[in-house]
């Protein structure tokens, strides 16, 4: 089985900063994209941002500026540098991978979800 386990979220004031990461372990043979997504309370679940294994990256025009995707291939493990913190950034924020356990067999897989509180 693999797992993604995210950490680093928690409670913040307007204008800080946090970094969460997101470890996948288990089974792996190789990971494609990984991505970050947040569930605001009453709110849909929308994409954050996403790397892909070649290291593109995208971001929701609503962070662009302000956080940054990166990855450790070695560690299987993504990061979310989050500054300029905002109250509107206030969410459940869960990691996303594409994981391959073999040549051909993947899986999309996604963390429990880390909860970050910006204070205004």
């Known amino acids: 089985q693999v797992h993604l386990v995210e950490s680093g979220g928690g409670l913040v004031q307007a204008g800080g900063s946090l970094r969460l990461s997101c470890a996948a372990s288990g089974s792996i043979f190789s990971i494609n994209a990984m991505g970050w997504s947040r569930q605001a309370p009453g709110k849909q679940r929308e994409l954050v941002a996403v790397?892909?294994?070649?290291?593109?990256?995208n971001y929701a025009d609503s962070v662009k500026g302000r956080f940054t995707i990166s990855r450790d291939n070695a560690k299987n493990t993504v990061y979310l540098q989050m500054n300029s913190l905002e109250p509107d950034d206030t969410a459940v924020y869960y990691c996303?991978?594409?994981?391959?356990?073999?040549?051909?067999?993947?899986?999309?897989?996604w963390g429990k979800g880390t909860l970050v509180t910006v204070s205004s």
């Open positions: 790397i892909t294994s070649g290291v593109g990256t």
């Open positions: 996303n991978a594409d994981v391959y356990y073999s040549v051909h067999d993947a899986m999309s897989l």
